[in-house]
């Protein structure tokens, strides 16, 4: 665990575009299937939403296996919203074609696309005030209280996967109650709980 949290940031950018990568890929080679826009569409958002979790992982990885990963936090919400504005962007010009006045009705009538424009404007609003230099405009509290809306934003992305099926798949169910564990450790009883638990080896060496 050490070694991983030394690894550059770098590393993380360089994870995060292989996804996309693949994504070219298998639409080059024909490999997406019978429905080759609501593939691209789907996998773009399922990517948005793993990373989106990973970042909810540091916290709960520092708190109980007592290793620092902080600095791929912002890594990893950045490339959440860049891959959640790439799934908009082919939703809007694969799907839509750009018409403007039928998107703009389909997000009012649908209810899992107004939560999913909620929830993008949730992490491109993280995404713009999370640089060092936003921090010292807005102010730590006010950084805060912006950047504590991925707690909503992580279970509505859920709800959107959910929502855009008929039926409900296992897998986002899942996913739902994954994100429910890593806002649970949140919870201020439960922190205390943790802050408890023996000092991991790991620490000593840091």
Known sequence: ????????????WGLGVL?????????????????PVRDIEHRLGRTAVYFLIASLCVTPIL?????????????????AASYAGLHLLAWAILDM?????????????????????????ILLVMAATSSNAAIRWLGPMRWRVIHR?????????????????????????VILALVAIL????????????????????????
């Open 1 to 12: 665990m050490d070694r991983i949290r030394r690894l550059p940031t770098g590393m993380v």
């Open 63 to 79: 708190r109980i296996a007592r290793v620092n990963l902080v600095k791929f936090r912002r890594p990893l919400g950045l490339l």
């Open 183 to 206: 806002l649970a450790l949140r919870l201020p009883w439960l922190q205390g709980r943790l802050k408890a638990l023996p000092q991991s080896p790991l620490k000593s060496s840091e």
């Open 97 to 121: 074609g750009l018409l403007w006045p039928q998107m703009l009705r389909d997000i009012a009538k649908r209810p899992y696309l107004t939560i999913g424009m909620a929830v993008l404007v």
């Open 149 to 173: 809306w991925v707690y909503l934003a992580a279970p509505l992305a859920v709800f959107h996967w959910l929502l855009a099926y008929k039926i409900w798949p296992a897998k986002p169910l």
């Open 19 to 35: 996804p996309l990568a693949l994504l070219v890929w298998d639409t080059l080679a024909g490999n997406l299937g019978v429905d």
